[in-house]
């Protein structure tokens, strides 16, 4: 296993208990416990957790798995919801993509799709995810709109005034949000509230807005809300969710998509 790769998995593993030892994290991934410490020592210096005798604790109350170590992580139930998101697209709309795993697999699937290989423009995609307008940015059918601001490392969302400033000026026809939490009576959630901020802007600019989430973020909160639950139109999620919490969803006037 490459270092990268340990690197992915030890964070996923911190992240869903919250704590992890040397020997369990050794175990875990079938190599030596020298090699765990040194990870967790490299690890401790960017910030990324926080040390302990013997292991390793998140790193703060708030932590946020940086972009870049969340790819693999649910990838399949990420990939289903976005082929689906992309078909509630039209040809020659405006979407809005907020970053995210999520949003970047529904890029992907919008540039793969047949009908959307030619036009002037065949799609507007409007976005503040310096990931996805690059990944964009060569189909040429597509225009690619980006917000401006500065840039959040962990999950390449530009943020601030600046970004405000374009996204004041323009009208879409879809925003598709990724979330890190979902819930009925809290509404849509994100760990930073500059980030929350522009994706509520985003809302707000859209005719209709879909919310693009995996099972795992549905009746969770976070510390920023992004919108109400009742401004959303669209849920899409995977087969998982539980059905009371689908239940209550669509209750609350969502139509929720599983897949």
């Not at 000026?169 to 979902?182: T, Y």
């Amino acid at each position: 296993m490459s270092r990268d790769a340990r690197w992915k998995a030890l964070l996923e593993l911190l992240v869903e208990r919250g704590r992890l030892d040397v020997e369990e994290a050794a175990a875990e991934l079938a190599v030596s416990a020298a090699t765990i410490r040194r990870d967790f020592d490299q690890l401790a210096e960017q910030q990324m957790l926080v040390r302990t005798r013997g292991g390793a604790v998140v790193h703060g109350v708030s932590y946020e798995l940086p972009l870049r170590y969340k790819t693999a992580r649910r990838a399949s139930e990420k990939q289903r919801i976005a082929r689906a998101v992309a078909e509630l697209v039209a040809p020659g709309e405006a979407v809005g993509l907020t970053g995210g795993t999520t949003t970047t697999e529904v890029a992907r699937a919008l540039a793969v799709r047949g009908d959307l290989t030619s036009g002037s423009p065949a799609l507007t995609v409007v976005t503040n995810a310096l990931n996805i307008a690059n990944e964009l940015a060569v189909r040429p059918q597509f225009k690619i709109v980006v917000t401006g601001g500065v840039a959040r490392p962990q999950s390449y969302e530009l943020i601030g005034p600046l970004a405000d400033g374009v996204l004041g000026q323009i009208r879409l026809d879809v925003a598709v949000l990724g979330v890190v939490a979902f819930d009925v009576t809290h509404g849509a959630a994100a760990h930073d509230e500059a980030e929350a901020a522009i994706n509520r802007l985003l809302c707000e600019r859209a005719e209709r807005v879909v919310v693009a989430a995996d099972s795992s973020k549905l009746g969770q909160r976070a510390f920023a809300r992004i919108c109400p639950a009742h401004l959303v139109d669209t849920l899409v999620t995977d087969a998982a969710a539980d059905p009371e919490t689908v239940r209550r969803f669509e209750e609350a006037g969502i139509r929720v998509v599983t897949v």
